[in-house]
Each structure stands twice: as C-alpha cells, then as structure tokens.
C-alpha cells in the first residue's frame, strides 16, 4: 500500500523532536511490511470516523506517541501523530 500524509500530519511530524522522527521512520518500514505488526498495537479507534465515514486507525511508535490513519483504495492516509492528546482530534 502506498503512503499519503496529510498536511497536519506533516505540521506534527515537523514539530516532533528528532529522535521521535527517525524512531517514526523506522516504525513506517514495520508499518508497510505489516501494519498489524505486533509493536505497533494497531486498532481501530473507538467511534472515530473521517469525514466520509471510514474508520480512523492508530498505531504505536512508543509508548508514549501514536500516529492515526485510515485505509482506502490500497492507501493508508497518515492524518496525526504525536502524544496520547491527538487521540482527541484523530484528523
């Protein structure tokens, strides 16, 4: 599946550190191989749906920092990432 970053993901991803953001880059290697990867705790999110109705996932870089995404046409879309706040606004 191919990747797409949403621009607030870009917005929290540039504000990460840069330890965060290369412990991110690793994690996508895992991620695009198999999502359902043991390390990335991948879930759906409980009631959170995007604005055409889709799931909205997340998944574990540490354990302090989640990303969340969806799945669509064989692409997973990368809408946040950052501490347990984003799961407040997932997109």
Do not use: C
């Not at 996508?28 to 959170?48: A, V, W, Y």
């Not at 799931?55 to 046409?73: L, P």
């Amino acid at each position: 599946m191919n990747p797409v970053f949403a621009p607030s993901f870009v917005r929290d991803y540039q504000r990460l550190p840069k330890k965060l953001q290369r412990r991110f880059d690793r994690t996508l290697e895992f991620f695009l191989t198999d999502f359902r990867h043991p390390s990335l705790r991948t879930k759906k999110m409980e009631g959170q749906f995007d604005h055409e109705g889709r799931d909205i996932w997340e998944a574990r870089v540490t354990k302090s920092y989640r990303f969340t995404f969806i799945i669509t046409n064989g692409t997973y879309i990368f809408y946040r990432i950052g501490s347990h706040d984003i799961e407040r606004r997932p997109r």
